[in-house]
């Protein structure tokens, strides 16, 4: 069974500064791990995936995140927030042999200007 | 290309009625999966489809709830009766015919179902 745990329901950033978005994961097999996006009253977006390529992987609007197997995390970082990237951000986990995503709980980002 | 839509938006019913949501997946995707979103908690799976065929129905939580997917192309997810612990955002995603794992799911706006 597969799970992921984010830490802060909610993350509070100034305009430019760092975003740092965590989740940790919790896998029987080797898993593959996403971030998706939910702008206001729009559908989930995938921002990045990890599928066993390269740990640190990069996304669309300048976000990334760095798998790490010895912390079983996978946490999404922008380097400068800008008031678009206020939305719901999802940390979510699949089997290799499992197409079912187990989502964590959602972590709601607001920039402040 | 139109992306996953769903209909309707937003639905309101009494407990005990019966609502039908529906979903439009992205053109040519064989792979269908709904989820669920109960209030505060995590985005849940409910079941995939290949095609027509019901893949994993492990996440449907009882059997008030019925989900089709007539000639591979459109699906419906019923509840009938509606209870209150099925208020949530009900969304759908749709994934390529490749059928690989890691291909990207598209998840429609969800319906947000409301039981009074």
């Known amino acids: 069974a597969q799970s992921v745990t984010q830490l802060g329901s909610h993350v509070s950033v100034s305009e430019g500064a760092l975003v740092l978005l965590r989740c940790n994961y919790s896998?029987?097999?080797?898993?593959?791990l996403f971030w998706y996006v939910q702008y206001p009253n729009q559908g989930l977006q995938l921002l990045l995936k990890y599928t066993s390529a390269a740990t640190l992987v990069k996304g669309i609007n300048g976000f990334e995140a760095e798998f790490k197997k010895s912390e079983t995390s996978f946490h999404l970082t922008k380097p400068s927030a800008h008031m678009s990237d206020a939305a719901e951000y999802f940390c979510?986990?699949?089997?290799?042999?499992?197409?079912?995503?187990?989502f964590g709980a959602g972590t709601t980002v607001t920039v402040r200007a | 290309e139109a992306g996953v839509t769903q209909f309707p938006s937003h639905s309101v019913i009494e407990k005990g009625q019966t609502v039908t949501l529906r979903c439009d997946p992205i053109s040519g995707h064989d792979n269908l999966y709904w989820y669920r979103r109960v209030m505060g908690k995590e985005i849940k799976f409910l079941l995939h489809?290949?095609?027509?065929?019901?893949?994993?129905e492990s996440g449907m939580p009882n059997n008030r709830f019925l989900a089709e997917r007539t000639g591979g192309t459109y699906s419906t997810l019923k509840v009938q009766p509606a209870e209150l612990e099925d208020s949530g955002v009900y969304f759908c995603?749709?994934?390529?015919?490749?059928?690989?794992?890691?291909?990207?799911?598209?998840f429609g706006p969800g319906t947000r179902l409301t039981v009074l």
């Open positions: 489809f290949v095609k027509e065929s019901k893949q994993d």
């Open positions: 896998s029987s097999v080797p898993p593959y």
């Open positions: 979510a986990v699949s089997g290799s042999n499992d197409y079912k995503l187990s």
């Open positions: 995603a749709s994934s390529s015919l490749a059928g690989y794992v890691t291909d990207t799911q598209y």
